[in-house]
């Protein structure tokens, strides 16, 4: 194993509460995915617009609740949300971010600090990286964490509600399960509603409009063996692409798989 492996292994292994990962990433030592990381505690997705587009994006939140779970809004300029941890930094605490200007991707950076605007108001969407923690905890194996890889997420044909002068077509992500498992997946992640819920698809990608699943659109292809059915969730990055077809002036979202870990419980967020 290379040294910096070994160094990335031993700071993970140091990464178990929300507090630890944010201050980690604040420090620009994580810079990779979150997933696994701080298990039983909420991971979010961000959406960061000036607040003369933040109505007509709640309203599309509003109308599209699978890909955009909302669980916080912010104050316009504020780099905080009480709702979503104490010592935490919106424009810090994510190791990796993107900006998009005039709906395209310019850059992707580990701190936004230099970006920060005074009328930029902050969506917290729920994240799907939070079940995976209920999933392994009823014994079911993850492939993405157990490969060490992002996962893998895919553009589909599966048109969204448009809102807000919002709109376009949902991104998914995949893991692969056992039939039987995948039934185990759909009982456990209707559980979690505010975390995208359960599955909008499983069994053939062609019908969704995913033509190869070792090449996904975002993320990492993970193996998907014969016996095994991939299983489709609604994703976080939808919000990404939907901004870039909207063409708006100025964005910031995480990257995809590099979330900010909250410090709300995961069992607040089930349905018993």
């Known amino acids: 194993?290379?040294?910096?492996?070994?160094?990335?292994?031993?700071?993970?292994?140091?990464?178990?509460?929300?507090?630890?990962?944010?201050?980690?990433?604040?420090?620009?030592?994580?810079?990779?995915?979150?997933?696994?990381?701080?298990?039983?505690?909420?991971q979010v997705n961000l959406v960061i617009l000036p607040e003369e587009?933040?109505?007509?994006?709640?309203?599309?939140?509003?109308?599209?609740?699978?890909?955009?779970?909302?669980?916080?809004?912010?104050?316009?300029?504020a780099r905080f949300c009480s709702k979503l941890g104490d010592d935490l930094d919106?424009?810090?605490?994510v190791p990796s971010y993107q900006i998009f200007r005039h709906g395209k991707h310019a850059c992707s950076v580990n701190d936004v600090s230099n970006d920060w605007r005074d009328d930029l108001v902050t969506f917290a969407l729920g994240c799907s990286f939070t079940f995976e923690h209920a999933l392994i905890s009823n014994g079911l194996r993850v492939r993405h964490i157990d490969e060490n890889r992002n996962v893998p997420m895919y553009n589909t044909t599966?048109?969204?509600?448009?809102?807000?002068?919002?709109?376009?077509?949902?991104?998914?992500?995949?893991r692969p399960f056992p039939a039987a498992d995948a039934?185990?997946?759909?009982?456990?992640?209707?559980?979690?509603?505010?975390?995208?819920?359960?599955?909008?698809?499983?069994?053939?990608?062609?019908l969704i409009g995913i033509s190869d699943l070792n090449?996904?659109?975002?993320?990492?292809?993970?193996?998907?063996?014969?016996?095994?059915?991939?299983?489709?969730?609604?994703?976080?990055v939808t919000p990404h692409k939907v901004l870039m077809d909207a063409g708006?002036?100025?964005?910031?979202?995480?990257?995809?798989?590099?979330?900010?870990?909250?410090?709300?419980?995961?069992?607040?967020l089930a349905l018993f």
């Open 53 to 77: 587009q933040a109505t007509g994006f709640l309203r599309f939140c509003q109308a599209n609740p699978k890909p955009c779970p909302l669980l916080a809004v912010s104050e316009p300029g």
């Open 90 to 93: 919106i424009a810090r605490d």
């Open 248 to 268: 708006v002036e100025f964005a910031i979202t995480h990257a995809p798989g590099h979330m900010l870990v909250t410090d709300i419980p995961d069992y607040r």
């Open 158 to 174: 599966l048109a969204l509600e448009s809102a807000g002068g919002f709109g376009g077509n949902l991104v998914v992500s995949m």
């Open 215 to 236: 090449t996904p659109d975002y993320g990492d292809a993970v193996t998907c063996e014969e016996h095994e059915l991939p299983v489709f969730w609604a994703c976080g």
């Open 183 to 206: 039934i185990r997946a759909v009982q456990i992640t209707t559980r979690y509603p505010q975390v995208h819920g359960e599955p909008v698809h499983l069994g053939n990608p062609a």
């Open 1 to 42: 194993m290379s040294h910096s492996l070994k160094q990335q292994n031993s700071l993970l292994n140091t990464l178990a509460t929300p507090l630890a990962v944010r201050l980690a990433a604040r420090e620009g030592q994580l810079t990779g995915p979150t997933s696994g990381l701080a298990n039983g505690f909420v």
